[in-house]
Every structure is written in structure tokens, then in C-alpha cells.
């Protein structure tokens, strides 16, 4: 009978101690995540989302997040960092790009109220200004480190076979053939003027621009 009591004195004793442990471990592990969520913007403890960020066809990358907001892009050959600029004074964000073979950082010098639009075979696209209406689109070599070509895009662009195609602003009087314009009398009901715009396809390869005899109207303030 006593070993009976003894065998169940010590059965009790190890669950005690198996559930105490059990709740160290879990408190450990709680605090860990809690102190993970809350490091060092160099810290990359968090798990990277594969994204395809900016406009359709632009390369894929692994997108970091961090505490601060600022976003990393893991590229195979260059890191983007995206986040706030260091003056209040100045619009939109502050793009920092580093090589992955040499890792010299390069903060890129843009225009006011810039924000990073996507990234293809070592060309940056930076959208400049928030109005969607007015947007410009900045091609920036980040190899060679200079903005290569800027221009103002009517809807929206694509990158399609190596090129990015967009449709520029253009005057009537440069327009070879009026498109039709189905919209025409609704825009001038909404006080909105109508407008052309040419097809043009940027050349990531070398830089060039090809305009195409093709055009379109969209309605404008």
C-alpha cells in the first residue's frame, strides 16, 4: 500500500513539473516573437512576401517590412529600400539602392513627391507626383546611377517584351490620324476638355524611345 502511494506521489510530482515547464517554454517563446516584432529595422527575423510590385511586367522580389514602415525589395542583383525622407519638408519617399555584389548604397537623388514604382533589368521606375491624373514616370539606370528618360503617361503603363509602353501627352495638331472618342460629349458635360496621347515604348535594353503611330483621347482639366 505505501508503494502505491509513493508511485502516485511521484506521478503527480513529474505532471507538476512537466506543466511548469511546459508554460516557461511558452512564455519564452511569446516574449521571443514579442521582441522580434518590436527589433531593429536590421533585423530579419520577418518573413519575406514574394510581390510583384509596381506596374505589370516589372521583375518579382522578396518584400521586407520593417517597425519604421520602410520597405526592403530583394532583387537578384540590387536591395531597394523605400521609406520616409528625412526632412518633413520634402514629399513623397526616400529610395536607397544597394548592390547585392559590392554593397555600396547609393541614395538616389530624386525629384519632390517621388515614389518607387518598380524595378526591371537594372531600371528603377519612379512615379513622380500623387495625382494620378498628371502622373510622370522616371526611368532611373541604377547601374550606370542617372535618370535616363521622364515623361508624362496617360492610364496606365506596362512593360511587355523588354519595353515599357505608355501613352505620352500630345498636341492635336501633332496627331496624324484622330482616334475616335466615344467619351467625347461626357467629359465636356463634366467640364473636361478632351485630349490625345501617342503609344510610346521605352527601350530598357539601350534607352530609346519609339513612337508609334497609334493614339488614343482621354478626357483632361
Known sequence: MKNTKNILFSLILILLCAFLGYNLWKNSRSSSGEQSAKGADNDFSNTPVDTLYGYKGCERAGMYTFPS?????VYQNYNIR?????????RGEKITVT??????AWDVVLPNDSYFGGFYREHM?????ADPA???????DVKDKLASYQSFVVDTPSVISGKFWF??????SEVREIPDCPKKSEWEQKGLKTA???LCLYDFS????????????????
Do not use: H, M, W
Not at 125 to 129: A, C, E, I, Q, T
Not at 206 to 221: A, F, H, L
Open 125 to 129: 521606375l519612379v512615379n513622380v507626383g
Open 167 to 172: 501613352y505620352a501627352p500630345i498636341e492635336e
Open 82 to 90: 523605400v521609406g520616409k525622407p528625412l526632412q518633413d519638408s520634402i
Open 196 to 198: 490625345y496621347a501617342q
Open 206 to 221: 539601350n534607352g530609346s524611345v519609339t513612337r508609334k503611330s497609334e493614339y488614343k483621347c482621354y478626357g483632361k482639366k
Open 134 to 140: 498628371i502622373r510622370e514616370v522616371l526611368f532611373v
Open 69 to 73: 514602415g520602410e520597405r526592403q525589395f
Open 99 to 104: 548592390p547585392i555584389v559590392g554593397g555600396v
